[in-house]
């Protein structure tokens, strides 16, 4: 039998942390391993017990969510772990900076169980977790704050067509969308996505949306 998902989570409320343990801890194929309430604790656990998922909150004391992403998450982390963001999107005006942390997704607090589940599966398998709607509403909200001044397109080491699906996808659309824009196969979308994380050093769509930003080609 497959070994089941090992699942950390960390919320400073307990009341959270104990709904998602008892959500997550239900599934066959997965199991909470740990949880805490602040990031220092969840950077030294997810050190100790190398969960294959650790569920984030961001608002925390002692280290924030986005300072515990970056150090098990970061650039320069020797052995990453997967971090899945949870948050009060409304509320919480930090949600870009921990997917520049590191983190391979991010879902709303209020999401559905179902929602946290996939989540959390989505993850584990090392693909990203930005649905296109939320990609549409976070680009919307931060788009002038995140693109910065001391990069352009010029340096992008891409092909025209594929600078033209980076930006479709920094612009939240997902691969069947991209293909009915650009008129090719869903199959072909999936390889032009490689092509670019690759090309890029890119480990998944979501560090895709940051990076498009970052160098300014959306608008």
């Known amino acids: 039998m497959t070994a089941p998902i090992r699942v950390l989570v960390c919320d400073d409320q307990a009341l959270i942390r104990t709904g998602f343990t008892t959500i997550v801890d239900a599934q066959p194929d997965l199991e909470v391993v740990g949880e805490c309430g602040d990031g220092r604790a969840a950077v030294d656990l997810a050190n100790r017990l190398r969960p294959d998922v650790v569920v984030m909150d961001v608002r925390m004391p002692v280290l924030d969510g986005i300072g515990a992403t970056r150090l098990l998450a970061g650039a320069g982390v020797a052995d990453p772990v997967k971090v899945l963001v949870v948050t009060t999107f409304n509320l919480d005006e930090y949600v870009y900076e921990a997917l520049r942390a590191g983190a391979s997704g991010f879902l709303l607090k209020d999401a559905p169980p179902a929602q946290l589940l996939h989540g959390i599966r989505t993850v584990a398998t090392g693909a990203a977790l930005l649905a296109p709607e939320v990609t ?84």
């Open 136 to 219: 549409r509403q976070l680009v919307g909200r931060y788009a002038a704050r995140i693109r910065p001044a001391d990069s352009g397109p010029d340096d992008v080491a891409l092909t025209p067509r594929e600078l033209e699906v980076l930006r479709l996808i920094a612009n939240g659309l997902s691969n069947g969308e991209i293909a009915a824009t650009l008129v090719i196969s869903q199959e072909t979308v999936k390889t032009y996505v490689s092509r670019i994380l690759t090309k890029l050093d890119l480990r998944d769509r979501v560090q895709a949306v940051v990076y498009a930003y970052r160098r300014g080609l959306v608008t």
